[in-house]
């Protein structure tokens, strides 16, 4: 005879392992931390190179840098994409060619050409319009905008074209069908609905381009990186400096997550909202 | 002269000929149906009309005036863009999957026309989409995301889209094939009440019985070719042409 379920209980398995493992990776956090407590780093000069002037100075040409470099970067990302796809082969051919080089090339490298640039044109402009000399105009700053811009445009014009490939066929055809130019068809209802699918993506990519700023202090870009080690080129404070430097990297980065995730909310209306009264 | 004439076209998909010297005529306030097959051609002559598609012989007048080109002595001169763009505003179109556009609310959807393309001011744009929302039954849909809509009511944001355009001509491509079956009658109903308003109705369908009630000429094709025409009831009631039979039997078993 079966006995009353009623009066049975469930007893949890015991889960040795897991007490093990938690056991051992804590123990394995406690020497990492009494490591770098007792190592040959002095915390309180991390703490006071934290919000000096030139790091902050630093953090925000980082910062400058990224937001121009990605604009530059979505601009010709977005064009090269629209040109890739166009009935034109002369423009797809345009497009590919540039996709292939910059994506083809080491960014450094890339980066090194831009501010050599003098080396091939020593003078820049539109004859009987302006002219300037090439060291006067690409300057550290402007090197590095078209090095990390162009590059990125790359990579970026890659995502467009997925994200645009996306969109159903239909959705444009119903904006030419309301008297929309394919060009219109394309921004106000193709482009809106890519962006869903070209965000996740291209957030990465600001993450990425803010550490990539990094790079540019080969050419004397002064972003965080380059002023760091600055300091300890003349304090001989390497540790400590490099501490301050990922600090702020990592608070950059963290910052930006958050309006990514923001913004993804944002985009997504119409699309999960499904399940909501209207 | 005809409201839309459509002469001699032709139309091939790589090796397949959607369309083989098609001409039909629609005289303005007249309903016409498009009955045949998949494959035969119907919907490949819709989006000729406005120039979805562009054809590869034969050409489309509405009101006398050319569409999609500009004559030139015998020669047909490609008209750029945003030409064509504006003489699609003189059409209508409601499509088999709706294409609503799902960033959009349903007045979104009906305004974007007007406030873009006819540059009209918001307020206006705002009042007459929302009567045409109430027109297709739709009033308290307004501020809804398509994706919040069943299919029937898709379809009917999808019909008032094209009306805001103040259309000379109405063009249904299969406006009711992806729908569920209680759903049709709805976008039916809608459809029947424009066809009494006296607009001008090119519709590609399925439905025999919706040709029957609310056509003036019913067109059957098959093969990218027009196989029989005219009044509803004799082309439906009593078929000239064996494939027009056999095609209805099929249908109506």
């Known amino acids: ?278 | 002269m005809p409201m839309v004439a459509v002469r001699h076209l032709s139309k091939s998909f790589g090796a397949v000929k959607a369309l083989t010297d098609v001409s039909l005529d629609v005289a303005k306030g007249e309903v016409v149906c498009l009955l045949g097959p998949s494959g035969s051609g119907k919907s490949t002559l819709l989006r000729c009309v406005n120039h979805l598609e562009k054809p590869d012989a034969g050409a489309v007048w509405l009101n006398g005036e050319l569409i999609g080109y500009r004559r030139e002595g015998d020669r047909l001169l490609e008209l750029p863009d945003p030409q064509v763009a504006r003489q699609r505003r003189r059409f209508g179109m409601v499509f088999q999957r709706f294409n609503l556009w799902p960033h959009r609310t349903a007045l979104q959807n009906v305004m974007e026309g007007p406030l873009r393309v006819g540059r009209r001011p918001a307020r206006e744009a705002r009042e007459r989409a929302e009567a045409l929302l109430a027109r297709v039954g739709l009033a308290d849909k307004a501020d809804a995301w398509p994706a919040q809509l069943s299919g029937g009511q898709q379809q009917r944001v999808g019909i008032a889209r094209a009306l805001a355009m103040e259309p000379e001509v109405m063009l249904f491509d299969e406006p009711t094939s992806a729908l569920d079956p209680e759903l049709v009658g709805e976008v039916l109903a809608v459809m029947r009440d424009l066809a009494r308003s006296g607009i001008t109705m090119m519709v590609v369908t399925h439905e025999v019985g919706f040709a029957r009630e609310v056509a003036d000429r019913v067109v059957f094709m098959d093969a990218g070719t027009v196989v029989e025409e005219g009044p509803a009831a004799q082309v439906l009631g009593q078929p000239r042409q064996a494939r027009t039979r056999a095609f209805l039997s099929a249908v109506l078993a």
Not at chain 1, 27 to 33: E, G, H, M, R, Y
Not at chain 1, 145 to 173: F, H, K
Not at chain 1, 224 to 246: D, K, S, W
């Open chain 1, 1 to 278: 005879m079966l006995p009353d379920a009623r009066t049975l209980r469930v007893v949890q398995r015991r889960r040795p392992g897991r007490w093990l493992a938690t056991i051992l990776v804590l123990a394995l956090l406690a020497l990492v931390i009494r490591a770098f407590a007792l190592g040959q780093i002095e915390w309180s000069v991390v703490g006071e190179y934290m919000t000096a002037p030139v790091i902050l100075a630093g953090l925000v040409n980082t910062l400058v840098m990224t937001v121009c470099a990605m604009a530059l970067g979505l601009a010709l990302g977005v064009l090269a994409a629209v040109m890739s796809m166009s009935p034109n082969p002369v423009m797809v051919g345009v497009a590919k060619f540039y996709i292939w080089f910059f994506r083809g090339t080491p960014l450094l490298l890339q980066l090194l050409l831009w501010f050599n640039l003098a080396l091939i044109f020593p003078r820049l402009g539109i004859p009987g319009l302006f002219e300037a000399r090439t060291v006067d105009v690409i300057t550290p700053f402007v090197a590095t905008w078209l090095g990390l811009g162009i590059n990125q445009g790359a990579y970026t014009a890659e995502v467009v074209r997925s994200g645009i490939l996306s969109v159903d066929r239909g959705q444009a055809e119903a904006a030419q069908a309301v008297g929309m130019t394919r060009i219109q068809a394309m921004f106000r209802i193709v482009l809106p609905q890519a962006l869903r699918v070209i965000v996740p993506p291209v957030g990465n990519e600001v993450v990425s381009m803010v550490k990539l700023t990094s790079v540019a202090s080969v050419i004397q870009f002064s972003e965080i990186l380059r002023n760091a080690q600055t300091i300890y080129y003349a304090n001989a404070r390497v540790i400590e400096l490099l501490i301050v430097a990922a600090a702020w990297y990592l608070a950059a980065v963290t910052v930006l997550s958050l309006f990514q995730a923001m913004l993804e909310r944002r985009l997504a209306r119409g699309v999960s909202t499904a399940g909501r009264p209207a």
